[in-house]
């Protein structure tokens, strides 16, 4: 791999591990993957959102996560997210011949959402995608926002996610994870 207009860069992978009384997580990132998800969340909504992050962000994730699911699944959910984030930030390094902006707008049947982010390290999240306090299976989809929030703060990402249309809590949130 070669840097932007530089010679070859060391490979851009991390693993970050973190247990606390209500989660054990273990994360394993290469940001130069093929967009390959691996793991077991114990939330198969969730499980399929990263999933769909990783394939069109073109990273190889892998993810290990228990947690207290019998209570609910914010923990696990916020804590994969700050986990993750970290792994983003060990991968950048100094951050060094990076293309520091993207933006993608991805619809999704009747969605639309629109991320434009800054990989700055210097974490912002505006996220204006409203959605009623539901469920899509076992997932509260406030749940979206709590990761994205984790997940930014650790990685040092300005990001601001925007719902423009939508009307299906599915729809809606595929298309805000792929286009993050």
Same mark, same amino acid.
């Given at each position: ?16 591990? %973190? ?15 093929? *967009?390959?998800?691996? $793991?077991?969340? *114990? ?37 994969? $997210? ?6 983003? $930030? ?6 060094? *011949?990076?293309?520091?902006? $993207?933006?993608? /707008? ?30 899509? *299976? ?10 994205? %929030? ?14 423009? /249309?939508? /009307? ?13």
């Amino acid at each position: 791999m070669t840097a932007k207009n530089g010679p070859a860069v060391a490979p851009r992978v991390a693993e970050v591990r %973190r247990e606390t009384t209500e989660t054990q997580i273990a994360v394993r990132i290469d940001l130069d993957g093929t *967009g390959r998800f691996e $793991g077991t969340v *114990g939330v198969p909504f969730f499980e399929h959102m990263l999933d769909l992050f990783a394939r069109h962000a073109l990273v190889d994730l892998t993810v290990t996560a228990s947690g207290d699911l019998h209570i609910d699944a914010h923990h696990t959910v916020e804590d994969v $997210g700050i986990v993750l984030g970290q792994a983003v $930030g060990k991968a950048l390094g100094d951050r060094a *011949g990076i293309e520091r902006y $993207g933006e993608a /707008s991805v619809p999704m049947e009747e969605a639309l959402v629109w991320c434009v982010l800054d990989l700055c390290n210097r974490p912002y999240l505006r996220y204006d995608v409203p959605v009623p306090k539901a469920r899509v *299976g076992d997932f509260d989809v406030e749940l979206a926002e709590e990761f994205m %929030r984790a997940f930014i703060v650790n990685a040092g990402i300005t990001m601001h996610l925007r719902l423009f /249309s939508g /009307s299906n809590l599915h729809h809606i949130l595929e298309a805000a994870f792929k286009a993050t």
